[in-house]
């Protein structure tokens, strides 16, 4: 335990900036897949997954883009200054995008909003790589990935409370984000020394390029950015693809009843009809097992080697990503879930801390910005994957209507989705349950997740080679 003393008070106010931030963003972002595809009559706005696809997958990349440009602009203007800047954007995003419904709309504000969390991320990482040293990094990322978690496991848990009516999920995000103003009283930017009033902002987006330039002419630094995204396009399924997985396939009553008999406000409050369970509440367990054995894993792995750790954990994230294959009992998904779990607490902040180490110490929000390349890349290509590769492989609105096609059943025009689902069961003489049984042994929904799993190991065995190349060569971080 001493080397919790390690920590400076900024580590952790840091660290509650970004639970606070988290919160937010999750309490929104676990449940935007399904708001964005749902049937009109539960309030979502009924996207093609194509759409949503493209929304979250460039939308959300864009935001993984900006903090190349942002964090160059935090090391020069000041962390402090930039924090106020981005929780301003952010609040006033959230309480803007609910007021939108058509597709361009949405697209449009969702950028804006990726502009106020682009503002944010660089700045909080690059804090915690300035407060930790090399005996304390592998904890002080392990506690800043734990605290990422405890955000995304408590936004939705309370957001879904409200879920009825996706307004008043925006607004609880919109909250949380306003009370990190009061947090910045107490944020003091670590190492910051005096020093002349910046330039033009031209004279910053120039050195941004210029610094660019140089990571370009690395091409072993790009190639691991690259293979790095291979782990972000299989992880944003967790949020891109997996939500809407369970609520189109997955039999979620064992769930329900285990929590009907043991802790019934659960079963009450998560449950949008007798007998199911949320898909956003199943899919939030990975946070709440991260929550759990985070700091275990990280202390586990201390002294394991950044690229080793990774490979291991993209490898294990695989692996559970691949148990989804098998079955549509919720116990099956939750058990795959946790495999999937222990793998991202083992890989995911080893990426964060390996840029850190390997970044000058004057330029640790740049270099951090550039962490953010492969999440981008992985977002852009999750969002192919999750909007029309999983419409054509998976999707059950896609599914049921050529189910209709081929039993020559006549469904009226202009009802939700919901509503048609519940005409061809009718017309079937089935009930919905048994309609979902068919359709998945039929139409085999699940291959979706053999193409997810052949990403995740094709990133582990890149990154195998590519450190075995590493190894052979001159050490990286002498370079920069």
Same mark, same amino acid.
């Given at each position: ?43 979502g ?35 402090? *200054?930039v =924090? %106020? /800047?981005?929780?301003? $954007?952010?609040a006033?995003?959230?309480l803007?995008?609910? @007021? !939108? ?13 990726a502009?106020g ?28 990935y734990?605290?990422?978690n ?22 609880i ?46 091409? *072993?630094? =790009? %190639? /691991?950015?690259?293979? $790095?995204?291979?782990f ?5 399924? @967790? !949020? ?10 997955v ?27 949320d ?34 954990g ?24 946790l ?35 492969p999440?981008? @890349? ?13 419409q ?89």
């Open positions: 335990m001493n080397v919790f003393k390690r920590f400076s008070r900024v580590f952790w106010v840091a660290n509650v900036l970004e639970l606070f931030e988290r919160w937010a963003w999750y309490g929104f972002f676990m449940l935007f897949a399904n708001y964005l595809t749902g049937s009109s009559d539960t309030g706005l009924e996207f093609t997954q194509a759409q949503k696809g493209l929304l979250m997958g460039v939308g959300t990349g864009i935001l993984y883009f900006l903090p190349v440009l942002t964090g160059a602009i935090a090391d020069r203007y000041g962390y402090k *200054r =924090l %106020l /800047f981005a929780f301003l $954007v952010y006033s995003a959230f803007l995008l609910p @007021l !939108f419904s058509s597709f361009t709309a949405v697209f449009l504000m969702y950028l804006y909003l502009v969390a682009a503002l944010f991320k660089p700045v909080i990482s690059a804090t915690v790589s300035k407060t930790t040293d090399e005996r304390s990094a592998s904890i002080g990322f392990g506690i800043y734990m605290m990422v405890i955000g995304a496991f408590f936004g939705p848990v309370v957001t879904l409370l409200f879920n009825e009516d996706y307004r008043v999920v925006f607004y995000s919109a909250g949380v984000i306003l009370l990190n103003l009061i947090l910045l009283l107490f944020y003091k930017e670590p190492g910051r020394r005096e020093r002349r009033a910046p330039g033009p902002l031209s004279t910053t987006v120039g050195e941004i390029f210029r610094n660019m330039f140089s990571i370009v002419k690395d091409t *072993r630094f =790009l %190639l /691991f950015l690259l293979i $790095v995204a291979g972000w396009t299989m992880y944003n399924q @967790l !949020f891109f693809t997996l939500p809407v997985f369970i609520s189109q396939w039999d979620t009553r064992a769930l329900y009843d285990f929590f009907s008999h043991h802790l019934p406000f659960i079963s009450h409050h998560y449950s949008p009809a007798p007998g199911v369970i898909a956003e509440f199943v899919t939030n367990f990975d946070a709440f097992y991260i929550i759990l054995l985070q700091v275990v894993i990280s202390t586990a792995i201390m002294r394991l080697k950044p690229l080793k750790s990774m490979i291991s993209f490898l294990v994230c695989s692996i559970g990503m691949a148990l989804t294959l098998f079955s549509q009992d919720v116990l099956f998904t939750l058990v795959a879930m495999v999937f779990a222990v793998g991202e607490m083992a890989g995911s902040p080893k990426i964060t801390e390996y840029i850190g180490a390997i970044a000058p110490a004057e330029k640790k929000a740049l270099y951090m910005g550039y962490s953010f390349i999440v981008f @890349l992985g977002n852009v290509f999750a969002g192919l994957i999750s909007g029309s590769v999983y054509r492989m998976s999707d059950k609105v896609t599914i049921v209507r050529d189910y209709a096609r081929q039993q020559g059943f006549s469904v009226p025009d202009g009802v939700s989705q919901g509503e048609y689902f519940d005409e061809v069961a009718r017309q079937a003489g089935l009930s919905g349950q048994e309609l979902t049984n068919l359709l998945w042994d039929t139409y085999s929904p699940s291959s979706i997740w053999i193409v997810v799993l052949t990403i995740g190991l094709v990133a582990s065995a890149s990154l195998f080679i590519y450190d075995r190349y590493k190894g052979s060569g001159n050490n990286q971080g002498s370079r920069r």
